[in-house]
């Protein structure tokens, strides 16, 4: 893996730099060490004049899984955080919010699952093309908090997020796609090559003139409140860790996911044996 201990790095095409998330026994989830790695690549790829445009895509089976709910997040973080209540969610939201600030664009391209803090890293990034059988859910809001970043509202809109949140559902690659939480979906075996096709597009783009752009959707999205709108879901994700519900979760959230998972996929089966029969 050369330098890096939970990415590889390549330059697929001219002009165009790629990271893929590498833990795949750990399903990519997102541990502190990667999420230092993805801001130390992307930071030199901001300064690099051979970088246009970064794409993040996962090894293996999936995207990724998810935080890492079997370590320390905030155990050698990539930047400082004011300590206190709620510090966890502002810090990986101002995270997120780095990405949105750099020159130049991010692409995340989703196959597989793509899980709670996954679905984050991937709505961190400017543009985000899928696999149409892409499994996206953010299933933590049953059990513990709302997200950490909270992007649903602002990004999707009060019905769509209101679902999101009540239920912990989940979408396929499809409906990612007309709801606009990606930008195009594409079959799992087009993907790779429909992702370079749109890099090499915006690689043909001057850099100078490219980050004015980028910048501008951004500026216009922030003067509609939309940055503001996701921190202040961050004071909500530190409340519910109050609450009395979540203290079996924090007491093994491991276990207490698996078990969710289980359910889902038992009702998931009852579901599609229900309609196969309709």
């Known amino acids: 893996m050369g330098e890096y201990e939970t990415i590889i790095v390549d330059r697929p095409i001219d002009h165009v730099s790629r990271i893929t998330l590498d833990r795949v026994d750990k399903r990519n989830a997102i541990s502190t060490p990667m999420r230092r790695e993805l801001l130390a690549v992307l930071e030199r790829n901001d300064v690099d004049d051979d970088v246009r445009v970064t794409i993040i895509r996962g090894s293996g089976p999936c995207f990724s899984s998810g935080y890492d709910l079997g370590g320390d997040l905030m155990e050698q973080a990539p930047f400082h955080t004011a300590p206190g209540d709620g510090s966890w969610a502002r810090h990986v939201t101002q995270n997120w919010f780095d990405f949105w600030d750099l020159a130049k664009p991010v692409i995340a391209q989703v196959h597989g699952y793509a899980i709670a ?7 961190a990034c400017d543009l985000v093309y899928v696999a149409d059988d892409a499994r996206i859910s953010y299933p933590i809001v049953r059990v513990a908090s709302p997200p950490d970043f ?32 990606a930008n195009r979906a594409f079959p799992v075996d087009e993907l790779d090559e429909e ?59 491991l276990g207490t996911m698996k078990r969710h998972n289980a359910a889902d996929a038992e009702r998931r089966a009852a579901r599609e044996e229900r309609r196969s029969g309709s």
């Open 117 to 123: 803090g996954a679905t984050e890293l991937a709505q």
């Open 150 to 181: 909270e992007y649903h509202e602002p990004l999707l809109g009060m019905r769509r997020a209101m679902e999101i949140m009540l239920t912990g559902g989940e979408m396929d690659g499809a409906e990612a796609a007309r709801i606009g939480w």
């Open 195 to 253: 992702v370079l096709d749109v890099a090499a597009q915006i690689a043909a783009v001057a850099t100078d003139l490219a980050q004015i752009n980028k910048r501008m959707v951004h500026r216009q999205a922030e003067i509609m409140g939309v940055r503001a709108a996701i921190r202040a879901g961050s004071e909500f994700q530190a409340l519910a860790g109050h609450q009395r519900s979540v203290e079996a979760f924090r007491a093994d959230p």
